[in-house]
């Protein structure tokens, strides 16, 4: 008797932690979406931000500078990551490899913020200011261990029969690793970029003291740059009730981009498989 | 000696023919060179005599695959190197006693770190001490209980929960959380538990409490990942023992499956405490930020995370940056331990290389 209470009492404490974790995520998501889409209009997508207390204006230049130093980043982490992966898989069955896997983790591990700080000093000390190319340099860090870890563990996945049969037609092993393993692979290494992609579009932490923010548009890459980020947390815990609302617009973009690039992943993916392995 | 050899009954044994045929070596042995993943040795040695050579193509590409693979070593040493070296300055002036000053003053150039590490640990903990069950409770629904039809969309929610943007957490936690602690969760506490002196003081909604809270619904993901995998990783006739045994649901998932998964969920909490540590965002935005140690967790607090987003460009003078970056550095190396020995306990677990995700 006693034992079956137990087991029911167990049952329902699971059912309701389940609830309890779904709860905040639905909740996130519909004060998302509800305070958000009120103020998302086309004022607020071309326009930039107005001086506090006047209300208008929008977060086209965050939006722009997201993009900008994401473009960086991705320039940064997606070569050196795929680079190190192919390394850890093709070559890496050594004590060098076990070497570069453990640094990979510490990467990966390293708080956000301790990455910011090194960015400040490597990259904006040196420029004597803040900097779109610091921030992507930050984020760009940030991506090679996902990106590096996805792409070993895709590579491994090929069979070495098809490594063989190209060298059997004399492939040179370059070649064969570019074209035909990497290209095997290419599904789950693009998905591992997406992650690594979503990861980093929603970091503040890094950005704070590398691309700053700014108030004005600017495309160049030496100077201070708004990012959505930075203006969702400026925003957030402004004074001004008009900026509380362009940060919950803010923070409906960025998460509308965030989950943009993982559906445009589950596409990608799911075509690549259709043209069928290699 | 007749010049023909009988077949039959060679004069020495073949296996240890002093001259071979060719000049080349016995396959066999040359397949002995051969390591996993590099290809076979025999395969190379044709290739490398093959006319049109490819040999300086296959190294140049070696050495590039190679300069990207130390380029990630190399930015570790950097990182550390640049901690250590800015600092220095901290270093020499307050020595390891940095870590229990209780004073941060950067006026007068005084620094103590321990307001920060209290409220890194508070907080924290915190988070884990509502996390943990949470997560476990959650994981056991996946793999144990969920009709298999909804499985996989309740994975994915929770994994979803990861994906959201720290800035987001913080935001919610500012206009919805906190308003909620301070109406309703708050004066609740102070009435029932206000005696254990957790709970007491003027109830702002943004504090330690908050703090602990959102950090919480961020490390579930992490820790419920993890504790899914390993308890995937139970060999399915532990459960299928304890059944037979008669033991309920209950016990099953108790006896046959959370006791042999024990290691690897640890290791998933401390995983999920390397997170929380060095949560920066949202814990910044709600925690109240204000460098005191208080009892009651109603009080604003300060993390080490949290103070370096604060101040970091504010910093006035080099000792204060220096100081900064000298909780930076302590920060990374407590994470660094927590993940490492976190890793440990999962690996051995599951027993090879778990997922780079973390």
Known sequence: MWRRVTNQGATIFAVVTAIVVIVPLLAIFAYLVFKGIGSVNIAFLTQTPKPPGETGGGMANAIVGTGLILLVGSAIGLPLGIGAGIYLAEYGRNRFGDVIRFTADVLNGMPSIVIGIVAYSLVVVPQKHFSAFSGGVALGIMMIPTVARATEEMLLMVPNVIREAAYGLGIPKWRTTLSISLRTASAGVITGCMLAFARVAGETAPLLFTAFGNQFWNLKLNQPTAALSLQVFTYAISPYDDWHKQAWAGALILIMLIVGAVAAVRVTTSRGKLKGVG | ?358
């Open chain 2, 1 to 358: 000696m007749p010049d023909t050899v009988d077949p039959m009954n060679p004069p020495e044994p073949l296996g240890q023919l002093q001259r071979p045929v060719t000049a080349m070596p016995p396959l066999a042995q040359m397949d002995q060179t051969r390591k996993p993943g590099q290809g076979s040795a025999v395969l190379q040695k044709i290739r490398s005599s093959h006319p049109r050579s490819s040999r300086i193509p296959d190294a140049t590409f070696r050495v590039l695959i190679a300069l990207t693979a130390v380029s990630v070593f190399v930015i570790v040493v950097l990182v550390v190197w640049e901690l250590i070296d800015k600092s220095r300055l901290s270093l020499h002036q307050f020595g390891i006693s940095f870590f229990w000053g209780r004073d941060w003053d950067p006026v007068n150039g005084n620094f103590g770190a321990l307001p920060f590490i209290y409220g890194t640990l508070v907080s924290s903990f915190l988070a884990l001490l509502l996390a943990v069950p949470l997560s476990i409770g959650v994981a056991v629904y996946i793999t144990e209980m969920c009709p298999v039809r909804l499985r996989a969309y309740i994975s994915f929610l929770v994994e979803l929960l990861a994906a959201i943007p720290s800035v987001i957490y913080g935001l919610w936690g500012i206009f919805v959380l906190a308003p909620l602690l301070r109406e309703y969760v708050e004066p609740f506490l102070a009435r029932t538990l206000g005696w254990t002196g957790f709970f007491t003081g003027p109830m702002y909604g943004l504090g330690m409490l908050a703090a602990g809270i959102i950090m919480a619904i961020m490390v579930v993901p992490v820790i419920a990942s993890i504790t899914r995998e390993v308890m995937t990783a139970v060999p399915q006739n532990q459960r299928e023992a304890v059944l037979a045994l008669g033991a309920t649901r209950w016990e099953m998932i108790r006896m046959g499956v959370l006791r042999n998964a024990r290691i690897g969920i640890v290791g998933g909490v401390i995983l999920g405490l390397g997170r929380a540590l060095g949560e920066t965002m949202a814990v910044t935005m709600v925690i109240g930020n204000r460098p005191e140690i208080a009892k009651s967790l109603f009080a604003p607090g300060y993390t080490m995370a949290s103070v370096i987003a604060n101040e970091f460009t504010e910093a006035t003078g080099d000792l204060y940056l220096s100081a900064l970056v000298q909780i930076g550095l302590a920060l990374f190396i407590v994470t660094l331990i927590v993940n490492a020995l976190a890793r440990l306990l999962v690996w051995s677990i599951t027993g090879g290389t778990p997922r780079a995700s973390a």
